[in-house]
């Protein structure tokens, strides 16, 4: 699946800017921006980089206007907003915009048809800027000025003293150390001259970080311009990186990525899989340390212990890229505390927080699909059952939170003003959703932990132990129909604190016939998918509460307090799409595929909006269902791709259908 969007007739460029791209780096950093060039957010950049000593994220070069310099006259390809204006206006000389493996743009001014084309490079902070004239009357000049930040990515830069005004050019390489501290930058422009010329441009505007109440406007720094006489049928490759000079030529460099994300979709035919599998591609990094990892979303999350085991059977297991997904569990193994998985490792490399108590049993799942798709019986027994049993241990006799296993077989867990599921916003220490005691699907999740524990410790030859775990998954499941069964609404209770039990209608009961070891099946199976269909489902998600409840929110914008009250309030989220196809697999009989497939159908329009051939994190509960939050979230692309392949969704062609 291509985009592919012609301009030709004209450009709004409200509309054009509410389309974005990525490129990433597999390193934590990328080139991002949206189809007409504006940069809407802070986190837009050319060359956005990780710093290898550490996990910060920085915005080093924004932008990096195009100028036609023709006989006809100047022709600038760039977008800036100044909030009041926009200038210069490039969108009016785009013609067309496409991706598939890149993004690539196509210019007409002054007789000349310029393409470009945007390419980060896998394992290292560099990004490839192709461009190539397509058509010339006559020879002009390509006028190239990139503009600085030099910052951390969640900030802005104002014009300040501290900035180095020096900067060097020699053999095609320019150079510049910006800030003390900073890595430098180098861009490689290869038969270009040099006319420096430092200065500030002020109040650069972000609309988009205008719209989600932070701060919006920002100066930046150019050290001048280069330039280079081009002619039809030229091609010249300009390569940005971070702390070091390119290790490669540009061409070289756009080869090898192209052929990596070639054989990435290899004898893929499907479109639609085609381009789930390199979204994937997009959140698996390798850190400084050499350590793998999963971006949770892009622009602004890290990695996350939830996020990362949900997404690693999608992302990597589902792929075939089971060394990957070896090396990330590994990772996360090396990291267990008191029985529990980091919930995220910040930006600035703190110690990482411990604030949640579903990760460590999605770990248990993520060991479960792992084993079952490579048979790595060295794992198994070196690494899985060992660790595996800390993690119960630990939980049985109580871990951080109150995190323990109750005296009727569930677990429980809660403290007053902490998060610890899923649905984890918080305003100024309010807790919004807390659900205290004993959630749902934290306790299908525990169910699914006990029974992955006891086949695996069956495979080790563990019998006697084995069985002791399935006894004590059995008193769980026991307990579990017992109490979270609510005849009133024919679904189950979301929560239970003690005599207290929610009987608001959220997705975490999916998980109850979701996971690899249901707890329903049957009819109440059937009851639960009915009522997340009748309240919960939308065309691009799974809404976080029914509409009818009078704590909805069916509109995820404004500010930060603002959208915190609706992110699982209503809000709807793509991920949980991958438990909502499990549930109709499970229960709908010979016309399950039929339904999965509509799902899929459903939320195809999504792949051509917002970020494009990607999947945001969240959605308005309300129609039309606007997306919200990150552009490219993990485990949206990842739970999508999963049951994709997992039961053959791809669209029926006619001969099939007969």
């Known amino acids: ?365 993520a060991c479960h699909d792992y084993y079952q798709a490579t048979g790595d019986q060295e794992l198994l027994t070196g690494t899985l059952i060992p660790n595996l049993q800390s993690i119960l241990d630990w939980h049985e006799k109580g871990t951080r939170y109150h995190i323990h296993e109750d005296s009727d077989g569930l677990l429980s867990c809660g403290q007053e003003g902490v998060q610890l599921t899923w649905m984890d916003a918080r305003i100024r220490g309010r807790v919004i959703t807390p659900r205290m005691g004993k959630p749902v699907e934290v306790n299908a999740l525990w169910y699914n932990a006990l029974m992955v524990f006891s086949e695996f410790l069956k495979m080790a030859g563990q019998k006697a132990l084995s069985v002791k775990y399935q006894l004590k998954a059995a008193t769980a499941k026991d307990r579990f129909l017992k109490v979270f069964w609510n005849p009133e609404l024919n679904c189950l209770f979301d929560s239970i604190d003690g005599d207290l039990k929610d009987d608001a209608i959220r997705p975490n009961q999916l998980l109850a016939v979701s996971l690899p070891y249901p707890l329903l099946e049957g009819t109440e199976a059937r009851q639960v998918l009915d009522r997340v269909t009748e309240n919960l489902y939308t065309p691009r998600g799974i809404r976080s509460l029914a509409p009818e409840d009078p704590a909805y929110r069916g509109h995820y914008s404004g500010n930060q307090a603002s959208r915190d009250e609706a992110y699982h309030e209503g809000t709807a989220w793509a991920w949980l799409l991958g438990s909502y196809v499990d549930a109709i697999m499970r229960v709908q009989g010979r016309k399950a595929r039929t339904m999965a497939r509509k799902v899929i159908e459903d939320f195809r329009p999504h792949f051509q909006e917002a970020g494009l051939l990607t999947v945001s994190e969240v959605f308005d509960g309300d129609w039309p269902h606007t997306p919200g939050g990150c552009i490219a979230q993990a485990w949206s692309v990842a739970e999508l791709l999963r049951v994709y392949l997992q039961y053959k969704l791809k669209p029926l062609t006619p001969s099939s259908r007969k």
Request: with cysteine; net charge negative; aromatic share 12%.
């Open 1 to 365: 699946m291509a985009y592919d969007l012609d301009i030709s007739k004209g450009a709004d460029p409200d509309q054009l800017s509410q389309l974005e791209w990525i490129e990433t780096t597999g390193t934590g950093g990328w080139a991002s921006s949206t189809v007409c060039g504006m940069n809407t957010r802070k986190y837009h950049g050319l060359l956005v980089a990780s710093d290898p000593k550490d996990p910060r994220r920085i915005s080093q070069v924004s932008r990096m206007d195009e100028t036609l310099v023709t006989p006809a006259g100047n022709f600038e390809l760039a977008v800036v907003d100044y909030r009041d204006t926009l200038h210069p206006q490039g969108y009016r000389l785009l013609r067309s915009f496409s991706k598939d493996l890149f993004p690539r743009f196509t210019f007409q001014a002054g007789g000349i048809t310029l393409e470009k084309t945007i390419a980060a490079i896998q394992g290292q902070n560099t990004v490839v800027v192709q461009f190539e004239v397509r058509e010339a009357a006559s020879r002009f000049t390509l006028r190239l000025n990139p503009f600085i930040t030099c910052r951390d990515y969640h900030s802005l830069v104002h014009c300040n003293p501290a900035i180095h005004w020096d900067s060097s050019f020699q053999d095609g390489l320019w150079q510049a150390n910006p800030y003390s501290g900073m890595p430098g930058i180098f861009i490689r422009f290869p038969g270009f001259s040099f006319f420096p010329k430092p200065e500030w441009y002020y109040n650069i505007h972000y609309r988009q970080e205008e719209a989600r109440g932070m701060d919006h406007m920002e100066d930046q720094f150019t050290y001048g311009w280069f330039e280079k006489e081009m002619k039809q049928g030229d091609r010249i490759l300009i390569t940005l990186s971070s702390g070091q000079a390119p290790k490669k030529e540009g061409g070289l460099l756009l080869d090898q990525e192209q052929k990596r994300r070639l054989a990435l979709v290899r004898q893929v035919q499907d479109p639609t899989e085609r381009m789930l599998r390199l979204a994937a591609d997009q959140f698996l990094i390798r850190t400084g340390s050499g350590s793998s990892r999963i971006i949770a979303g892009y622009h602004w999350f890290t990695s996350w212990g939830r996020d990362t085991m949900v997404s690693l059977r999608g992302l990597c297991i589902s792929t075939g890229r089971t060394d990957d997904a070896r090396e990330i569990l590994l990772e996360f193994f090396r990291w267990l505390s008191e029985g529990m998985l980091p919930n995220r490792f910040p930006d600035q490399g703190e110690i990482p927080e411990y604030n949640t108590v579903d990760a460590t049993l999605w770990l248990f799942v």
